[in-house]
């Protein structure tokens, strides 16, 4: 049968009624458990895997594309409402999404999230049934060396795009490069900066950074700041989308989708880093500049297509090669020894009923969490109107159920031998990161590239390292591919570009733009 | 309001399988690793053969399980309700994080399943089997790039032991440590590494469509279903397993230890855990009581001499 064939197959035992409603279930556990910060869809899979075990694969595996579409999807939607981003690929969707909602615009900011996954999904599971084997091979000839050019691109990318002030950007960038040096180095076993401290071994969690810096530092700063004045507007003009937000969405959507795609399907990308990039790549091709750090649409289209659209395509690799990527993925790898299946190579030759039931199921789920979230979006806003000291302290809340929900480790804390009461390390490092978040907020230092810096930063040593360790010290295996010297060069251009542009005197314009994104 | 009521109901979704459990079994890892597996496994099996009514599975991930150790050891002391699932990879990093619990306070139960290790090496490369790599590496060790998980794991190790073995100083091992086997296969695929070394199972659907070359297997003797020499018929006397276990915690009495010894037993001989390792494709190497705690003190002891001889361990 061919691909078409299969595909329609698959679509209509997954349109049967039994199914849907195992995708309707899968949808609303996924999406109220994703919601916790702290609790990405990897966990969510995790979490709910055994309520899976008992149904029929073709059940199962519905339930499962559900429950983990379900997941990133709650993410967003804590990310825009309440600034508490659940998984370090829903970041940057908080940087736009909230100051949307804090401006009335709460509906659309989800309106955009929800149809933009939507479209990435839908596009990226199609690329991912006909173009699989074709990007896999591309991203195999991904070596240390190129993956590397790649993150100095996303650096060079990054820290443009978020500093209003490239001087405190990159100070912000630094402090999250530092912190990621914590834990133990990968490459020869030792720990580094964890001061003897057994939790500091695996490094700073991502989300408990992000969470920290983003909500429990914006609850200190609302809290310092005099009278709490409100400055949520819960509802301005329409819950849905305007014609002109229509018109600026479409193409960060399909732009997100072809960013997100290709990085998802490589063997060491992770997601956030296509967040990133289409983040940068919005904020240089908007024809609204100046609405960028204060709300801009585009800036959570692009982002949250990339997201989608990357989730696909991780499953390139695991379903063609077996390589599980990401926490996620290798969770479906579970999910499919569930029925003795070890996916490979040889899947989609031996198993292809199950492969295509897989990618409809996709589909269906997706659908699925757009028909039920574009209702909910009215009821979600109404979150907003919520007086402030309410709306924080339940943010606060949140924040920390969900951290303890990720990490329940504890430990008993003596104080002089008098007292003893148990603790959360984590807890600890989430208010510690709030204190933090609130002093580069009181000092107007961008957040955003201290948790960029903590997720590329690692990758680019990482990989730095292995390059010069399989070249035995030759530096010159960092520029041995065309692959790496095309992102080199790009990442060059994009330093320069400004530089050059000051030199024939078009600095005014720069200036300008620069001035008007304070 | 409507977050706190959501909160409530996730809070109470995620502490629902939590209602008064025979055994509660700590995965010392995230959920979705080998160990994560191996605790749920064990859940399915004690429920659905009745061995236990109810079973909890709790995550206490980092530091190659040595943060759920310290916290189980703590905690769990004299309670003979609290199982902890480990394994070989845990005798290395408690070694090279300088823990300060160690598996010495733990009650072994038993080794559960095992893993041997695998070296392959792309279709396309020069080297055909393993007295070619011997050559290569007799010749230039820092020229044999090798691919595998976590620097001290199991991979590590094995690497270490097969210089060592063949004559080659262990410290001049030119190993590249990706974040588990899944990522060094893309390297291995890709040609960026000269040979790759980690589980069977991570390489077993290349090795059988053909990418990918299997030039030895670290079994003692030839392992059924896998079309490979053992690194002994290859000329290097080294074997490794890298083994699952379960243990539980100290200060039970030795009533206590039979009981769980007996349920554990139960359970490795019942239907559902049969059916569970050959749907995840591991490998019975089941060992018991005594005659595994002085396995685990052999490979204590061995672990630590490789991890000096790297010169992870000081």
Same mark, same amino acid.
């Given at each position: 049968m061919d691909t078409f064939g299969l595909l329609a197959q698959g679509l209509l035992t997954a349109l049967e009624p039994i199914n849907m409603l195992y995708a309707l279930i899968g949808v609303t556990l996924g999406t109220a458990v994703g919601v916790l910060p702290g609790i990405g869809p990897a966990l969510t899979v995790a979490l709910l895997l055994p309520v899976t075990y008992k149904l029929d694969p073709a059940g199962s595996l519905i339930m499962f594309a559900g429950i983990y579409y379900g997941g990133m999807y709650g993410g967003s939607t804590t990310s825009i409402l309440l600034n508490t981003p659940g998984e370090s690929a829903s970041i940057v969707t908080a940087l736009e999404g909230n100051k949307m909602a804090r401006n009335g615009r709460g509906g659309p900011a989800l309106a955009t999230a929800a149809i933009g996954s939507f479209v990435a999904g839908l596009l990226a599971t199609i690329g991912l049934a006909f173009i699989a084997p074709t990007v896999v091979k591309m991203a195999l000839s991904f070596g240390p060396a190129e993956y590397f050019a790649l993150m100095i691109l996303a650096f060079m990318t990054v820290s443009a795009a978020f500093g209003d002030s490239t001087l405190r950007g990159l100070t912000a960038l630094f402090i999250g490069l530092a912190l990621g040096l914590i834990g133990i180095d990968l490459q020869t076993g030792q720990a580094r900066?964890?001061?003897?401290?057994?939790?500091l071994l695996d490094g700073v969690e991502v989300t408990t950074l992000a969470v920290a810096l983003f909500a429990v530092g914006e609850a200190l700063s609302v809290a310092a700041s005099k009278g709490g004045d409100s400055t949520i507007q819960a509802i301005k003009g329409s819950v849905w989308m305007t014609r002109e937000d229509w018109r600026r969405s479409w193409k960060p959507w399909l732009r997100g989708t072809a960013i997100g795609f290709p990085i998802g399907a490589m063997p060491a990308g992770g997601a956030e880093i296509g967040t990133f990039l289409s983040y940068s790549v919005e904020k240089n091709l908007?024809?609204?500049?100046?609405?960028f750090g204060k709300g801009a649409i585009e800036g959570v289209a692009g982002p949250e297509a990339a997201n989608n659209a990357s989730a696909a395509g991780t499953l390139v690799p695991l379903l063609t090669l077996g390589l599980p990527t990401t926490a996620t993925a290798a969770i479906m790898l579970a999910g499919f020894q569930q029925f003795g299946l070890q996916p490979g190579p040889l899947l989609f030759a031996t198993n292809p009923q199950l492969v295509w039931g897989l990618i409809a199921s996709l589909l269906v789920a997706n659908l699925m969490l757009l028909v039920l979230n574009l209702p909910l979006i009215g009821v979600w806003i109404k979150l907003l109107t919520i007086p402030t000291p309410w709306l924080y302290a339940g943010i606060l809340l949140f924040a920390t159920l969900g951290t303890i929900g990720a990490n329940s480790a504890v430990f008993q804390l003596n104080v002089f031998g008098l007292f003893s009461w148990p603790m959360s390390f984590e807890l600890g490092m989430l208010l510690a990161f709030g204190l933090l978040g609130y002093g580069l907020r009181r000092f107007g230092y961008p957040i955003a590239p201290v948790v960029v810096g903590l997720i590329l930063g690692p990758m680019a040593e990482q990989q730095l390292r292995r390059a010069l360790a399989i070249s035995q010290g030759d530096p010159m295996i960092l520029v041995h591919s065309p692959i790496a010297i095309v992102l080199l060069l790009l990442a060059a251009t994009a330093v320069l570009l400004p530089l050059y542009l000051r030199a024939r005197g078009r600095g005014k314009v720069l200036a300008q733009l620069g001035a008007s994104e304070d | 309001m409507k977050q706190f009521v959501l909160a409530t109901i996730v809070a109470g979704a995620i502490a629902l399988p939590a209602a008064a459990a025979d055994y509660k079994i700590m995965a010392? @890892? @995230?959920?979705?690793g080998g160990w994560d597996q191996t605790a749920r496994s064990m859940q399915t099996a004690l429920q659905d053969e009745k061995i236990s009514a109810s079973v909890q599975v709790n995550n206490v991930p980092g530091a190659g399980g040595t943060i759920g150790l310290a916290q189980f050891v703590n905690q769990a002391n004299g309670d003979p309700a609290q199982l902890i699932v480990g394994g070989y990879v845990m005798v290395g990093a408690i070694l090279t994080n300088a823990s300060p619990v160690t598996l010495d306070q733990v009650t072994p139960i038993a080794r559960l399943t095992g893993e041997y290790e695998a070296l392959v090496v792309p279709a396309a490369s020069d080297i055909k089997d393993m007295a070619g790599l011997v050559a290569k590496l007799k010749a230039d060790p820092g020229a044999v790039s090798w691919g595998g998980g976590? @620097?001290?794991?199991t991979d590590h190790i094995t690497a270490g032991l097969i210089a060592k073995a063949v004559g080659v100083?262990?410290?001049k091992v030119n190993y590249i440590a990706y974040s588990g086997g899944g990522e060094a296969l893309a390297a291995i695929l890709g040609g960026q590494v000269t040979v790759g070394i980690s589980g069977y199972g991570e390489f077993a659907e290349q090795i059988k469509a053909g990418t990918l070359r299997i030039i030895g297997i670290s079994s003692d003797a030839k392992v059924e279903g896998i079309d490979a020499p053992t690194f002994k018929e290859g000329g290097v006397d080294v074997s490794i397993q890298n083994w699952r276990m379960v243990a539980a915690a100290p200060g039970i009495s030795a009533e206590q230890k039979a009981a769980v010894l007996a349920d554990v037993d139960k359970m490795v001989t019942s239907a559902s855990w049969t059916k569970i390792l050959a749907d995840k494709g591991w490998a019975n190497t089941y060992l018991a009581g005594d005659e595994f705690a002085a396995q685990l003190k052999k490979d204590t002891e061995s672990t630590a001499a490789i991890l000096k001889d790297i010169g992870l361990v000081k």
């Open positions: 900066l964890a001061f003897g401290i057994p939790d908007t024809t609204k500049p100046e609405e | 010392p @890892a @995230a959920p979705g976590s @620097a001290g794991g100083d262990p410290t």
